[in-house]
């Protein structure tokens, strides 16, 4: 089966353990089954950009034999994790409250206010140090105290050929409600995918205000 094997961040450039390299993991796993070819055909990816490690398919003993090189920080079965839609922030740790309220800027395509996810209810007045705007018009009719800020841009005056879009900063396939959901939703119950893990969804800080702002159209 798959394992990891983790042997910790990455060397600086241009010293001594850089030669702990592609090559240097092809010997580490020769050493561990004892057949180069064997070794070479084994390993699936070397990570290279975050951390130094590589990933391979071994057997207990091997896998054994490598955690116990000093080289080697941990080895670990590759796993499935499922996903876990509703109940992601909390896997993650963070409460759905916050005693201070963030501001959220989302530099996408839609955050339409008429969404459960975008109800101000028991929000106040937006900050008086906010100094963003509403712009108003086509499918969009007004910000409300969860989504105190919405613009769009373009070159052009009004979309023209090419474009489903209103002139406004709501689209039309809600792609930025998602996003902006995924950031600062506040809770809706009894939301699933097509049935499939009912639950409350809420978005990482549900108490931020969102700023919305649309430069994406579809065509281009």
Sequence with gaps: ???????????????????????????????????????????????????????????????????????????????????????????????????????????QDRSGCDRYSMNDSGFGPPPRKWKGKCMKGGNFTGCNNKVIGAKYFMVDDMPGPGYEDNASSVDTDGHGTHTASIVGGVPVRGASLYGIANGTARGGVPSSRIATYKACWTGG
Excluded: C
């Excluded at 090559?23 to 070479?40: P, Q």
């Excluded at 490690?53 to 896998?63: C, D, I, K, N, T």
């Excluded at 499922?82 to 963030?102: A, Q, V």
């Design 1 to 107: 089966m798959p394992y990891i094997v983790y042997m910790g961040e990455l060397p600086e450039p241009g010293s001594s353990t850089m030669v702990m390299t592609t090559a240097g993991h092809d010997n580490l796993l020769k050493t561990a089954i004892g057949d180069a070819d064997l070794a070479r055909v084994s390993k699936i990816y070397t990570y290279g950009r975050s951390f130094n490690g590589f990933v391979a398919r071994l057997l207990p003993h091997e896998a054994k034999k490598l955690s116990d090189d000093d080289r080697v920080v941990s080895v670990f079965p590759n796993t499935k994790l499922k996903l876990h839609t509703t109940r992601s922030w909390d896997f993650l740790g963070l409460p759905g409250k916050y005693e201070e309220t963030k501001l959220a800027n989302r530099e």
